[in-house]
């Protein structure tokens, strides 16, 4: 907000990261002063830690085919159709930062970094006179003297010196969910939520690696190594690329796209059967055939990177899967290449996963992000109970769903200051 613009109201943002940030633009922009309050010591740890990836903002694909990464979010949905990857590319460029759709459909700033958008973003908001609070931890709402919550008052704990209450006509929450804790995102507001009488789902990882019991031959020998070009299945679901065998279990891609199913199948049945074609661009047929060429005395290894290219990784893990035991069969080898099944006992923990699933339940909030029995505040980002993939997906419901969020303080903040005041 510029010197010139007039004051019509302030607004906390309780949390420095992507979401808050952009909540914080949109409620300046509207004439409200805006407090951000983060407990790191620095706002937008999250987007510089996605920015070592090359800050993959949101994906290019058509925007109706987009929405349907949300699942069951409406809400989300309904935000991202009114702050679109165009939009978002839009602000981008007023930012100084252009982008670019790579090979994949995915959108990067054409710096592929994120350190030039943030300081550009950073400079802006000091321009709209939005003040920052690092190394203030909320700690719950303040209340009334009748112990009844008050929405719009907050009690921050400084890292040094007393704690403070801070007041405002709104608030929009923004805290995350529970991956990366070390950026800031630790999942620390879920008990003062649920203190208040809200349903808040247990967070999860999501977008995270399949952990599998390698032996520790495996695990040395090919830990770092990609499986390249396979397809992964999941609980009817199918999906392809290169996946990355870890110390232990499976991580990338692919593996991030089947973490829901993944994480849902162990729910149910304690364990989930990971399916591996090592092959997918050669029918089940066709592997018969070309493994019925074995010459003899080759030993099956030789025939299975000989006949049908396999890497040595693919080999080991034909092997790894069977204990050792591979069928001398070639159309039960063949059956094999195709499907061969892994036994995933856990996903990585939270503190490993890209994003978090769970969180607030959207039926907590009305159309314009605002807790039904908390007036005037509003929730926007990971906080939320909604899942999407990663492939840009991730950062363009956290932008959108903050900009729906903002919107809707202020429509109501409009609302609530043109109400004539109560009879006494």
Avoid at 81 to 86: I, L, T
Avoid at 324 to 345: F, G
Wanted: net charge neutral; aromatic share 6%.
């Amino acid at each position: 907000m510029s010197s010139s613009t007039p004051v019509t109201g302030t607004a906390t943002v309780v949390g420095g990261g992507p979401s808050g940030l952009m909540a914080a633009e949109v409620l300046a922009a509207a004439g409200l002063q805006v407090d951000v309050y983060e407990h790191m010591p620095s706002v937008g740890r999250k987007l510089l830690l996605a920015g070592r990836s090359g800050l993959n903002l949101t994906h290019s694909e058509p925007l109706d085919r987009l929405v349907e990464r949300y699942g069951s979010a409406a809400l989300v949905r309904d935000a991202v159709q009114a702050f679109s990857p165009a939009q978002l590319r839009a602000w981008c460029t007023e930012l100084g930062e252009a982008t670019y759709v790579g090979s994949s459909g995915r959108v990067f700033p054409t710096s592929l970094r994120a350190t030039p958008l943030l300081r550009a973003w950073l400079a802006r908001l000091q321009l709209q006179g939005v003040r920052m609070h690092v190394r203030h931890r909320w700690l719950g709402w303040a209340t009334t003297p009748d112990g009844a919550i008050d929405p719009q008052r907050h009690r921050f704990q400084p890292a040094a010196g007393p704690g403070v209450i801070a007041g405002s006509d709104v608030t929009v929450f923004a805290l995350g969910g529970a991956s990366w804790p070390r950026v800031g995102s630790d999942g620390g507001w879920v008990p003062h939520f649920r203190a208040a009488g809200l349903d808040v789902r247990a967070l999860r990882p999501a977008n995270c690696g399949a952990l599998v019991h390698w032996t520790e031959h495996f695990a040395e020998q090919f830990a770092g190594v990609p499986l390249k070009n396979v397809a992964l299945g999941a609980g009817g679901e199918m999906v392809r690329g290169d996946a990355m065998v870890t110390a232990t279990g499976l991580e990338s891609g692919p593996v991030y796209m089947l973490s829901a199913t993944i994480r849902n199948e162990i729910d149910r049945n304690g364990a989930c059967d990971l399916t591996v074609d090592l092959h997918p661009d050669l029918a089940l047929a066709t592997v018969q055939q070309r493994l019925t060429q074995r010459r003899p005395k080759e030993s099956q290894a030789t025939a299975l990177r000989r006949c049908l290219g396999l890497s040595p990784v693919a080999v080991s893990l034909m092997r790894e899967a069977t204990g050792n035991r591979l069928p001398t069969d070639p159309a039960a080898l063949a059956r094999l290449v195709k499907c061969l099944p892994l036994a995933v006992h856990s996903t990585a923990p939270i503190e490993r996963a890209i994003s978090s699933a769970g969180g607030l339940a959207l039926a907590e909030l009305d159309d314009h992000f605002m807790v039904r029995r908390l007036p005037g505040t509003f929730v926007a980002g990971e906080m939320l109970d909604w899942d999407a993939p990663t492939g840009g997906y991730l950062l363009q419901a956290s932008f959108s769903t903050a900009v729906a969020a903002a919107r809707g303080a202020i429509v109501w903040r409009d609302g609530a200051a043109a109400a004539p005041p109560s009879a006494h």
